[in-house]
């Protein structure tokens, strides 16, 4: 991911950093400047005992113990510079955070990267790949329903027609036909504000 997405000296924010795997690599090999959360208080202190032991200078490396809505929904509220990236990495449940981008504005100083980790298997009954169920998870939670009473299909072309450019990979196998699958998207604010216009 390092090598691919992040760039030097860029702001990356993790809602969901555990100890500190992905943020303490990018902040030393790259000299990120990390903003990240936790809800469990025991990540949050070995997290920072871990950028500490990597010599990561404390301006660069910001962690706070709390929900990771409220993290999401403050990044964008705040009035401070929008991360580059914004990494959700709870495959359990990561999409159910992503109506917390309707709290940040429209205009953004900053294209933020979402970084959308999910649990995905093939569709059963509609012939979906995992990474075609994993893209409509995220556009289910990410977009406006509408009224919808029923969950749809099929839905990578409406982001990417609202300039979301959806990219999906594999991380790994977790089961039998169970993968956990990483969706990327950018400039998914025209998503996320021009249909809660005409949605609401």
């Not at 809602?15 to 030393?28: D, L, P, R, S, Y």
């Not at 495959?91 to 309707?102: A, I, K, N, T, V």
Request: glycine share 6%; net charge negative.
């Amino acid at each position: 991911m390092f090598e691919q997405e992040f760039i030097e000296g860029q702001v990356i924010a993790d809602a969901f950093c555990g100890v500190g795997a992905i943020i303490v690599t990018a902040a030393k090999k790259l000299g990120c400047n990390v903003i990240a959360n936790d809800l469990n208080p025991d990540a949050v202190k070995y997290a920072e005992a871990n950028a500490e032991r990597n010599l990561i200078p404390n301006e660069k490396f910001h962690v706070e113990c709390g929900d990771a809505r409220d993290f999401i929904r403050s990044l964008g509220t705040k009035g401070k510079t929008l991360p580059d990236h914004l990494i959700l990495n709870y495959p359990l449940d990561s999409c159910s955070f992503l109506d917390q981008l309707r709290w940040w504005p429209s205009n953004g100083n900053v294209e933020t990267m979402v970084h959308v980790y999910t649990f995905a298997r093939p569709g059963s009954k509609t012939d979906r790949s995992q990474e075609a169920v994993a893209i409509d998870m995220v556009a289910d939670n990410l977009l406006p329903e509408g009224g919808y009473s029923e969950k749809t299909i099929n839905r990578r072309n409406e982001l990417d027609e609202l300039g979301c450019m959806v990219r999906v990979h594999e991380v790994c196998d977790v089961a039998l036909g169970k993968a956990v699958v990483c969706v990327l998207m950018r400039s998914w604010r025209k998503a996320v504000f021009v249909l809660s216009r005409v949605c609401c």
